[in-house]
């Protein structure tokens, strides 16, 4: 096994680790309101709920329901024209959730400026920018760094020296996939 073959077997076991190190189970969180009772949480999803990135935020939280730790209502495919900022102001006057999950990457903006006018709501989106004080986290799912090591594996194997990637949507995150696989295969 040549130099070439053994550097690209340790990126792919490392790769790999990182893959199952993913997939273990997180800590248990608190789940208790400011008046002592179960967490009121609301979901407001951009995309319909089969969407994966969606559906699997909307399985987690229905799994919490189900188990009695929270209350939680949702709200689909809200779309990316402007509702997703007067959705979430409707929710936060009238349902007064202690908590709102959902994808703010088309909305970010939306988002962030309905969260400064809610201080005591705790939003938590996907976003691949970072939180705002006092009450905005984010999550991403932060694969530019396999990515990078797939471009690399792509870039190492090809016989034409030529290799393709597509990326579905020019958002932020998505040109930060592909560019990170370029970047992989130029390296």
Not at 141 to 154: D, K, T, V
Request: aromatic share 10%; with cysteine; charged share 20%.
């Amino acid at each position: 096994m040549n130099k070439r073959n053994v550097l690209y077997l340790i990126v792919l076991l490392v790769f790999l680790a990182s893959l199952v190190a993913s997939c273990a189970p997180a800590a248990t969180p608190t789940t208790t309101g400011e008046t002592g009772g179960k967490l009121k949480v609301f979901g407001a999803f951009a995309t319909p709920i089969e969407e994966p990135w969606d559906g699997v935020i909307h399985a987690a939280l229905n799994k919490a329901k189900d188990a009695g730790t929270i209350d939680y209502e949702y709200n689909e495919n809200i779309g990316y024209s402007g509702d997703m900022e007067r959705i979430l102001r409707e929710v936060a006057d009238q349902k007064k959730p202690d908590i709102i999950f959902g994808d703010a990457f088309g909305n970010e903006e939306a988002v962030r400026r309905v969260a400064a006018d809610y201080p005591k709501i705790a939003f938590v989106f996907g976003s691949g920018l970072g939180p705002s004080n006092p009450n905005t986290s984010v999550f991403d799912n932060w694969i530019h760094e396999p990515a990078y090591l797939c471009g690399m594996l792509a870039g190492g194997l090809t016989k034409s020296g030529t290799i393709g990637v597509v990326g579905g949507y020019p958002v932020p995150e998505v040109n930060r996939l592909v560019n990170a696989f370029i970047a992989g295969a130029k390296g």
